[in-house]
């Protein structure tokens, strides 16, 4: 791959790259920062984060254990199938692959097909609006999922579909609801949910942002040898 990207240019052969996903990047970048604020004041130290971007499509990065996770291939977690909202299931969902997965029922594509509007439409439909009650209950189940497989100790949320900021405490609110107090932690409380989950810090300048960071960590590593 990196003789791909860099050719035959032997100015270039110098140069770290590192490779990873535009959502790992961005989980890696979250965490680095809260890692660092932890340290700075004393808090626990955390060893995990996921980053979930919600548009056209969904993504979802995940940290853990310090490292972006890889294996098989890399965390699809925007397909994992969810339940039908009471009074949705005449929806079937707009994924080619797999119907109702959470992409398939809350990116902004299956939000305008709900509609029958464009995704231009979107941002002019009220905070009240029923989509956005559909579109946090899924997003909330992806949440709960991510807890129940991943146990991450802080989930950001970014891309252009939560420009609609009111989906935070809409997300927030179900995702308390439908966990029911199995996992303990006070981080799943009313009281700790705000800090659990939330935006990214960076909004829409995520997806550069973790780039950047893979440059400088490919830097750093390149340094420590």
């Given at each position: ?54 548009g056209t499509g969904i993504g979802v990065g995940l940290v853990i254990n310090h490292g972006s996770v890889k294996g098989l291939l ?19 969902g707009t994924c080619p692959f797999h119907g109702r997965c959470v992409e398939g029922m809350c990116s902004n594509g299956a939000m ?30 992806l949440c709960m999922n991510l807890v129940l497989i991943a146990s991450p100790e802080t989930i950001r949320i970014g891309g252009g ?65």
């Amino acid at each position: 791959m990196r003789e791909i990207l860099i050719g035959a240019y032997d100015d270039f052969r110098g140069i770290p790259i590192l490779f990873d996903t535009d959502v790992n990047a961005p989980a890696l970048a979250e965490f680095t920062v809260q890692e660092e604020e932890s340290k700075a004041t004393g808090a626990p130290v955390p060893a995990s984060s996921a980053y979930i971007t919600i548009g056209t499509g969904i993504g979802v990065g995940l940290v853990i254990n310090h490292g972006s996770v890889k294996g098989l291939l890399h965390p699809e977690a925007g397909h994992v199938l969810v339940q039908p909202r009471p009074g949705d299931e005449s929806f079937p969902g707009t994924c080619p692959f797999h119907g109702r997965c959470v992409e398939g029922m809350c990116s902004n594509g299956a939000m305008s097909t709900r509609l029958g509007i464009t995704h231009s439409q979107l941002p002019e439909l009220p905070d009240d609006h029923e989509i956005w009650d559909i579109c946090a209950y899924y997003i909330a189940q992806l949440c709960m999922n991510l807890v129940l497989i991943a146990s991450p100790e802080t989930i950001r949320i970014g891309g252009g579909v939560m420009k609609r900021t009111v989906l935070y405490e809409k997300t927030r609110k179900i995702t308390l609801q439908l966990l029911n107090g199995y996992i303990v932690s006070p981080l799943l409380t009313e009281e700790g949910i705000d800090h659990f989950i939330g935006p990214s810090r960076w909004g829409d300048h995520a997806g550069i942002v973790g780039a950047a960071f893979l440059a400088k960590l490919a830097h750093d590593q390149q340094t420590a040898k």
